[in-house]
């Protein structure tokens, strides 16, 4: 079927008939895409073109599904755009609350996992999609305006922890939550209580929309009512996998009002259920994506610096006090290095110089221009091999186009004992992404100096000694790697001495915390 037919006959359905071909539809679009993926860019432009124009004829929730399609496929930042303002536009009787929260969820997530669907005003639009979900849900719940419990009854030795997903120690935003809240009570003799309000990509009422994606959830979790880490014990709570759900949205806020913490530690931001929470006692926000600001209507937050330009505008949209951001390193905990291998067991070139490449999302984060510059370094140099380690599913298609790389290019998938394998490497090497920030730590405990562009988490923690400007550069800083032993030698010290700064939880983190306390009991700026 031509696809001028198929989408003038979708668009002829009402919800429900979208609904019962939801499957075939999305079936319909997954071959769609890897047709277009063989084309030249002129013809697959022109073919989204053509969708996009038919989509403006559909209801808007139909109209979501097709430009998400043409985001995601693409990988350009206009549809991205276009896509946030029909969400904002939308009317909420088309429309509702849970859908533009599922909306805002998934869009997030894939400007998270594939940077070139970012463009200058993606991050601001998202934040006025945020700052209107929020003050929808504090209308659902009667909430008018902040209303906090007077400070001379608070509990100034008890801290609620709300984050919307707890995994196992393996999953980087878990081991954050647990190094802040070790930080908390074992530093700062706070008594912690952990709650997980289970609103990580929230799916409830989630409209039309390509490839969705879900987040984990461990059920099992439920039955809990403490956790353990490091020798420490916290209260836990999870939240069923329902949310938002507005009646648990107000035993957690009755919670808060009857024991009264000092104030809310939100870990990660983009939680509507902690930011009601935080009407009712000051919340700190500390984001995982810590380059930027988090996307979060609580009045205080962590950053890894101060604010950029491209904050600003974020924090209007969010109504948050760019006074009331305070700068604190972002530090990081490692699972413990449990093997000790041997190139020769992971399969690696015993004599070679080893780069490394790691990442959960490695098939959204590596772009041509990227594989491209390995390509000409596997040219210069016979003995560089190419690891990655993590996802990356399409790998094997590295062999048609890049010829020379494939023959140097060696994939180890997931590994469970990150800082063994970082140990037979000899240099970190960072594609252009948002995240990534706790490997690169690793990384550099293990003493491999880092390459990295001068934007996302990478970046800043690696810091300013190993950022380089362009792809062009990092060729020709990968180069000097190689040839100058004593450039690598001196760059190696500095990884660890780096490595160190960002273990250091209880000196970054801990005396933040203790100066915006000052500042929150007398209620005032940073």
């Not at 008594?191 to 409830?204: D, F, L, R």
């Not at 902690?274 to 930027?292: K, N, Q, R």
Request: a negative charge; aromatic letters at 10%.
């Amino acid at each position: 079927m031509e696809l001028g037919t198929f989408i003038g006959q979708i668009c002829r359905y009402d919800r429900q008939e979208y609904f019962e071909c939801y499957g075939q539809i999305e079936e319909r679009l997954h071959n769609l895409e890897k047709i277009l993926g063989t084309l030249e860019e002129a013809q697959r432009s022109m073919i989204l073109e053509q969708m996009e124009h038919q989509a403006g004829e559909a209801p808007v929730w139909m109209r979501i599904h097709l430009l998400s399609f043409c985001m995601k496929v693409s990988k350009t930042p206009a549809y991205t755009q276009e896509l946030l303002q029909t969400v904002l536009d939308a009317d909420w009787n088309e429309v509702g609350e849970y859908e533009k929260l599922s909306d805002y969820w998934q869009i997030g997530t894939a400007v998270f996992a594939d940077a070139r669907l970012k463009g200058e005003q993606t991050q601001e639009q998202l934040a006025a999609l945020y700052r209107m979900l929020f003050d929808a849900f504090c209308g659902a719940l009667g909430i008018k305006g902040q209303n906090y419990v007077p400070v001379e009854e608070r509990d100034g030795n008890l801290v609620f922890v709300m984050t919307s997903q707890v995994l196992g120690q393996n999953h980087a935003p878990t081991k954050t939550l647990l190094d802040r809240c070790l930080v908390l009570k074992k530093y700062l003799g706070k008594k912690v209580v952990i709650i997980n309000t289970a609103m990580q990509i929230s799916g409830k009422g989630a409209g039309p929309f390509y490839d969705l994606c879900e987040a984990g959830y461990l059920p099992e979790l439920c039955s809990l009512d403490h956790i353990e880490f490091q020798g420490e014990v916290f209260e836990f709570h999870q939240c069923a996998n329902d949310m938002p759900n507005l009646d648990t949205m107000v035993q957690l806020v009755q919670m808060i009002r009857e024991r009264k913490p000092c104030y809310l530690l939100d870990i990660g931001g983009s939680d509507i259920c902690a930011d009601i929470c935080g009407m009712f006692v000051p919340e700190i926000t500390v984001g995982t994506v810590f380059s930027a600001v988090a996307m979060s209507c609580g009045e205080y937050q962590l950053l890894d610096g101060k604010p950029g330009t491209g904050d600003l505008p974020v924090l209007e949209r969010l109504g948050v006090d760019a006074e009331k951001i305070a700068a604190a390193r972002f530090t990081f905990v490692f699972k413990p290095q449990e093997h000790h291998y041997t190139r020769q067991e992971l399969g690696i070139w015993e004599h070679g110089f080893v780069l490394m490449i790691v990442g959960w999302r490695l098939d959204s984060e590596i772009a041509d221009d990227f594989l491209a510059m390995l390509d000409r370094i596997a040219a210069q140099r016979e003995n560089v091999q190419v690891v990655f380690m993590g996802r990356y599913e399409s790998w094997q298609s590295i062999q048609t186009g890049y010829e020379r790389l494939w023959k140097h290019t060696r994939y180890l998938g997931k590994q469970e004992d990150a800082l063994a394998v970082f140990a037979c490497g000899d240099l970190y090497v960072n594609p252009r992404r948002a995240g990534g920030g706790s490997s690169v730590a690793e990384a550099l405990y293990q003493g491999l100096p880092a390459v990295t562009l001068p934007e996302g988490d990478v970046s800043a923690a690696a810091g300013e000694a190993f950022r380089v400007r362009d792809y062009e550069q990092m060729e020709r800083e990968i180069l000097r790697y190689m040839d100058d032993a004593g450039y690598y030698g001196r760059q190696s010290a500095r990884a660890r001495e780096r490595a160190k700064e960002l273990l250091d939880s209880r000196k970054s983190f801990g005396e933040a915390i203790e100066k915006l306390e000052e500042k929150i009991k007398d209620g005032v700026s940073c």
